[in-house]
């Protein structure tokens, strides 16, 4: 049987019973009390609960417990306390949210979509959907890319809302590209959609060359070239909306430029940015 400590309700210190077992002295306002039985029962009812497992815990202590643990760091363990809350609540919505982010069944890589669509089914506000939202966007692979599909998603009818979860729900575990095309037709005048594009298609342009004759000129091919319309264009709509924007997509042509197989690239693509003003 656990060990029972009785806290004073007066500072909270420990109480030593003394011989008679009926009476308690705090060790640190030395303020004396009647013990009584029941108290006894209560606080081992309480030690107990927080003990032992989930037995006799109500879903708001099972969501703090897997968010505690989340905190720690401990993702596998908190995915099974929101599991447990879910057998308490199955309406919670709190619960399905905790249990999708984690993962939900954990059967595979994206075991977690039918815990979001649980999670916004629950939802019971706009603010609820919007942090669902939210939360299963960071399944996708490009920080960018979720905060403007976060972006559309705030500035969308209930009906696009509705839309726009299933859309991209149905696209968690998908080629990147695909969900950057999927972003770029939600969000065209975003520069985030474009970003993503030019940041996956990059690969295609490394030790890419020129083509062409004195007569003619020479130019990047034509992947290359498309590749490089799709940087001009996430840059442009990137300066338009704000410097920390315009300095994010240059710090990143920066650092391809310090890489020599993108030489050729960087070399017409930093030429069209300074064309551009």
Known sequence: ?????????????EIVIDDSQEYGVCTSCKTKILIKPDTIVQN???LEKHVYGHEG????????????????????????????????????????????????DRTGYISCVPAFRKANSAAADDAQALATFSEMVRFLPDRTLGEAFIGAYQIASPQKRHEMFDLVVGVIGCDDSEIAQLATDLCPDDWRTWFAQAKIRQIRVRWCKLEGNLITGKKLQKDALDVLKIFIRAYQLAKRESGDAMNCVLSYIAAMTNDNSYATFTRELNASISREG
């Open 57 to 104: 815990k109500d879903v708001d202590e099972l969501v703090a417990d897997g968010n505690n643990l989340l905190k720690l760091g401990d993702e596998k363990k908190a995915n099974v306390k929101f599991a447990q809350a879910i057998t308490v609540s199955p309406s919670s919505w709190n619960a399905w949210l905790g249990y999708a982010k984690t993962g939900g």
């Open 44 to 46: 081992f009812e309480k």
């Open 1 to 13: 049987m656990a060990t029972i400590t009785l806290r004073c309700e007066r500072c909270t210190g």
